[in-house]
Structure formats: structure tokens, C-alpha cells
């Protein structure tokens, strides 16, 4: 089983920051890539950031500028710096990761989900 464990999420008001982090645990071989999704009321899940195991980054144009994504390849793990937040940044974040495990090819997992609410 493989588990993806986000942490982080929380209230801060416009202009502030917060971090998330997430770590991938269980019986896996490698973690080819990890993410950062979210998904506010009444719309659909969308892409944040992404981060291959080399460091290759992608970015959402609406986060650019704002939110940097790193990674620890020794803990398995992803960050989500968050600055400058505004109220539409307002969603549910979740973590997905690419993992190869024994006897499988990659599969996507994802966490729980943790709520980010930026507002006055």
C-alpha cells in the first residue's frame, strides 16, 4: 500500500503565506513525480504544480510568481510555498504522486486533501 500524508492547510488572510507538505510512505520503489492539485466549491479539480524526481517544475499561470513547489527525494516528499495568497486560491489542495512500486507500472496516488481559505 502506498500513502500520501498532506499537512499544512489552514485560514491566513489575502497577502499571506502558508506551506504545505506532503509525503509519500509504504512499499514503493521510487517516486517519479509529485504534484499539488486543488479544488474549490463548484469547480473542478486543477493543476498547481508539478515536480519530476530531476527537479523539473511546472506552475499554473493563475500561481506563477506566487508559489514555488521543492521536493526531497530522501523523505519522498513535496512542498508548496504559497505567497502572496488571494481568496481564489481559496480550495481544498491535494497531493498526487507518480510512484513505481514492485511488479506494477507507475500508478498516480493521492492524499486527502487539505483546506487552504484565504480570507479577511
Known amino acids: 500500500q502506498v500513502q500520501l500524508v498532506e499537512s499544512g492547510g489552514g485560514l491566513v488572510q489575502p497577502g499571506g503565506s502558508l506551506r504545505l507538505s506532503c509525503s509519500a510512505s509504504g512499499t514503493l520503489i521510487d517516486v517519479l513525480a509529485m504534484g499539488w492539485y486543488r479544488q474549490a466549491p463548484g469547480n473542478q479539480r486543477e493543476l498547481v504544480a508539478t515536480?519530476?524526481?530531476?527537479?523539473?517544475?511546472t506552475y499554473a499561470d493563475s500561481v506563477k510568481g506566487r508559489y514555488t513547489i521543492s521536493n526531497n527525494n530522501f523523505k519522498n516528499s513535496v512542498y508548496l510555498q504559497m505567497n502572496s495568497l488571494k481568496p481564489e486560491d481559496t480550495a481544498v489542495y491535494y497531493c498526487n504522486a507518480n510512484i513505481q512500486r514492485v511488479f506494477s507500472p507507475p500508478q498516480n496516488y493521492w492524499g486527502q486533501g487539505t483546506q487552504v481559505t484565504v480570507s479577511s
Open positions: 515536480i519530476t524526481k530531476d527537479g523539473s517544475t
